[in-house]
């Protein structure tokens, strides 16, 4: 094998590393959005849910959580406020999670 073979195999083989590399980077990033998105929202219409008199803000909280594609690790209720964490898997990565609280602001309490 030639001295110029030999480099440019090896180029692309740090190539197709670099790629791969990049893409299981994406993936993980991807996750974390979703894993945040899905818990803001899920605290946000839990917190909603909770203003409407509703005695289930958890289980509001979780439905909006798996329409996110996203699962609800735990969902707290502290007064008028409600506190969830999510989970969405990204295999081969870890898990991504998120943590996110919505109620209403200091002014907006009864």
């Known amino acids: 094998m030639s ?4 480099s440019v195999l090896a180029w692309s ?3 197709a590393a ?3 590399a ?15 998105t899905a818990a803001d929202l899920a605290s ?3 917190a909603d849910a909770l203003a409407a008199a509703s005695g289930r803000p958890c289980a509001v909280a979780e439905e909006v959580a798996a329409r996110n594609g996203a699962e609800l ?14 989970r969405v898997e990204a295999a081969p990565l870890p898990a991504a999670t998120a943590r ?3 109620g209403p602001g200091p002014a907006d309490l009864p």
């Open 3 to 6: 001295t110029s073979a030999a």
């Open 13 to 15: 083989g740090a190539g």
């Open 18 to 20: 670099a790629a791969a």
């Open 22 to 36: 990049l893409s299981l980077l994406g993936a993980g990033l991807l996750a974390q959005a979703r894993a945040e």
């Open 44 to 46: 946000l219409a839990g």
């Open 73 to 86: 690790v735990s969902c707290t209720r502290r007064e008028w406020d409600v506190l969830v964490r999510t």
């Open 100 to 102: 996110s609280r919505a």
